[in-house]
């Protein structure tokens, strides 16, 4: 069924067909109608859940960790500095091999005061170890919520669902809405591989040594480092394994086929452009627009930018003429993450594109689609004159 | 720069329902055959009673820029004192298309080269049964009636979808109310329906 | 310490009314202060203030009698909440203004 909605109403919908168990979350534009939403639905008894209010955002992730170390499917939403603030429980959610599901609605970071949409809240946090899957639109959104909850608990890593603050969160567009029975077939109940057991009890993420040492019962337990070579190894493999679920969940509901980057117009292009998020999609437009003039260029969103899908985007890209890479976030004092981890993925191939860094939107700053125009004319007609810095797009002083 | 996107921008005060409005709107464009409908409300803090517009785009195609209405084809306004605070024809296409809530006749407004279109939805609101004040179910009687896009009787039904609960059959009374009682300022008044 | 070189912006602004534009039409409930019941109207003293004090817009004049700017106020409340006097009732804004003798 087609229905018109917001986007974090997209977003509580697809946890709610996934049936969350503990919802655990604060309040925090512009995230918070999400957690409205979840709040009524457990409230009239539509969603089996728990619902606990908490007093922080770096208490909601500790609430979380909590609810699925005892085994529970485990939900949590935020922005910004509420995301932030959660950042040291980000981490021991990820070390703890917890199968979280957390939404983050985009917004730029304070200070200065902001709560218009940037990515540099997601994007700061992408070394934690946690999945990060970005969404363009509405149905990305509750389709995405939905595929990240059987990533999750297939991996044992928690996964966060990123979509960008306002454009997508308070804008109403269509989507569709999938049936509940059709999502219980393509999500199995949930049954973690490690969780708080009477019957079988354990002790999770005491002091871990720096060697390897023998347990209890005589047998080689790991170190700190051979745990985490299994996070990093686990995630690498997270890509296949993420394609894979995508693959059924499109035999399912008949959608999905682009899992990491979704490709417009880019097969016989010369340049392609580059961005995450709903960016990827006002893109297509001037790409349109530009194809009309004999232009050959094309778009490429990224879906999954943790782990990072360096072998799809070397495909996509090794032998155009030229990448132009847009970003709502940078590594300060450096350049665009993205472009970095572009550059440094196409390092390896022989028939490297140039590659161009624009940053753009910060702080919810207007992107015109003039502006987008201009900056891929001047990336296409005279990419000699580019530094490796990046340019910014839309300022005024 | 897509050609083919209608663009109405909704001028209301914040918690006078603009967004309700343009929603209902937006529901009876998609069941019309409009398959790319994006609404999108101020972005930012919101207050009661202050300012607040609300972008509505519709196309026959998916609708890729989210960005906010800049030259809108057709504005509403929900309420004839935001004329003295905002320009609400800012932008708005040549030859477009205003409606507004207003006591006051048609004849009175010029907006260089516009149709205008006007309602005393507040009025009308009262004599469906609603308590004073709710007007954003009545103003769209008047827009369907001075901007043609889509059939009162799909919009009347997306009224009492979306007011389930809320006195649906009075909002939709109100609709059409003020769908009888819209008049403009064309030549002859048959661009729509007649003075009354 | 910090030069000409660096640091050439930041988020800082005036204090004060008007930082966040035309507040006033924001207002529904409007303040007024009863001048026989305020403090320094009554006593003729530079005295009491709270309205001003507390005032987080800063549109309450320190004058006797206190004035406040209906330009910025967007009807908080939080004057008449803090007046010891009592002086001052939040009205419904559709209540036409009353012209100063």
């Known amino acids: 069924m087609h229905i018109i909605e917001s986007g974090n109403v997209a977003a509580a919908t697809g946890v709610k067909l996934s049936r969350a168990q503990v919802i655990a979350a604060y309040p925090i534009t512009p995230q918070t109608p999400l957690t409205e939403k979840l709040s009524e639905f457990v409230e009239s008894g539509e969603l089996a859940a728990e619902y606990i209010p908490v007093e922080s955002e770096h208490s909601a992730m500790a609430v979380c960790i909590a609810a699925s170390t005892a085994g529970a499917r485990a939900f949590t939403a935020t922005s910004a500095n509420g995301l932030l603030y959660m950042s040291e429980q980000l981490h021991w959610a990820v070390g703890a091999r917890l199968p979280i599901v957390m939404c983050v609605a985009n917004r730029g970071i304070g200070a200065p005061w902001t709560v218009w949409n940037d990515q540099q809240d997601t994007i700061s946090q992408r070394d934690v170890g946690w999945i990060q899957i970005y969404a363009n639109d509405h149905q990305q959104i509750i389709d995405a919520v939905i595929k990240a909850f059987r990533l999750a608990q297939t991996v044992s890593i928690p996964v966060m669902v990123c979509y960008d603050g306002y454009l997508l969160s308070h804008t109403y567009m269509p989507f569709e809405e999938p049936a509940q029975s059709s999502v219980d077939s393509f999500l199995p109940t949930f049954a973690p591989t490690h969780f708080l057991d009477p019957e079988n009890p354990g002790n999770f993420n005491t002091v871990t040594l720096p060697d390897v040492r023998p347990d209890v019962e005589g047998v080689i337990a790991p170190g700190y480092i051979e745990i985490r070579h299994t996070l990093h190894q686990d995630l690498r493999a997270a890509l296949d394994t993420f394609v894979e679920i995508d693959r059924e969940f499109k035999k399912e509901f008949g959608r999905g086929g682009n899992p990491l980057i979704e490709e417009y117009r880019c097969e016989d292009a010369d340049f392609v452009a580059v961005c995450i998020g709903s960016l990827s999609y006002q893109l297509r437009d001037v790409v349109d627009g530009m194809r009309e003039n004999d232009v050959k260029i094309g778009v490429m969103g990224v879906q999954m930018y943790r782990p990072f899908p360096d072998e799809a985007i070397v495909r996509a890209l090794a032998g155009k003429k030229g990448v132009i890479v847009f970003e709502k976030a940078l590594s300060y004092g450096n350049q665009g993450a993205l472009y970095a981890d572009i550059k440094s993925a196409l390092y390896k191939s022989a028939e490297r594109p140039f590659i161009h860094n624009y940053i753009l939107g910060l702080g919810g700053r207007e992107i015109k689609t003039q502006h987008l125009l201009d900056a891929l004319t001047a990336s296409c007609t005279s990419p000699d004159t580019f530094e490796d810095a990046p340019r910014w797009i839309g300022l005024k002083l | ?196 | 310490m910090t030069t000409d070189k660096f640091c050439s912006m930041l988020s800082r602004s005036k204090p004060g009314p008007g930082d966040g534009g035309n507040t006033g039409s924001w207002r529904v409930l409007r303040p007024v202060i009863n001048l026989e019941a305020c403090i320094p109207a009554k006593r003729n003293k530079m005295a009491c203030f709270h309205c001003w004090l507390y005032c987080p817009d800063s549109v309450v004049s320190k004058t006797i009698p206190p004035v406040i700017n209906y330009d910025y106020c967007k009807g908080c409340g939080i004057c008449a909440e803090e007046c010891p006097a009592g002086a001052i009732s939040m009205v419904d804004e559709s209540t036409p203004l009353v012209e100063d003798k």
């Open chain 2, 1 to 196: 720069m897509r050609k083919d996107i209608i663009e109405i921008r909704w001028h209301g005060r914040g918690g006078q329902g603009a967004i309700t409005a343009a929603k209902i709107v937006a529901n009876a464009a998609f069941v019309s055959g409009y398959k790319g409908v994006v609404m999108a409300p101020t972005f930012g803090t919101e207050r009661r009673g202050a300012p607040v517009f609300t972008s509505l785009k519709i196309s026959k195609e998916k609708i890729y820029d989210l960005s906010p209405i800049t030259t809108p084809d057709m504005v509403v306004v929900l309420d004839h004192t935001l004329l003295e605070e905002v320009n609400v024809v800012a932008g708005l296409k040549e030859k477009g298309l205003v409606v507004l809530n207003s006591p006051r006749p048609v004849s009175e407004y010029t907006f260089d080269g516009m149709t205008v279109a006007v309602s005393d939805v507040s009025k009308h609101a009262v004599e469906a049964g609603l308590p004073p004040g709710i007007v954003n179910s009545g103003i769209i009687g008047a827009f369907a009636k001075a901007s043609g896009l889509v059939d009162i009787d799909v919009l009347v039904q997306a009224i009492e979808n979306e007011f389930s609960g809320k006195k649906p059959e009075k909002n939709a009374r109100s609709a059409r109310i003020a769908y009888e009682n819209t008049a403009d300022n064309t030549a002859d008044n048959t661009a729509i329906g007649g003075n009354k």
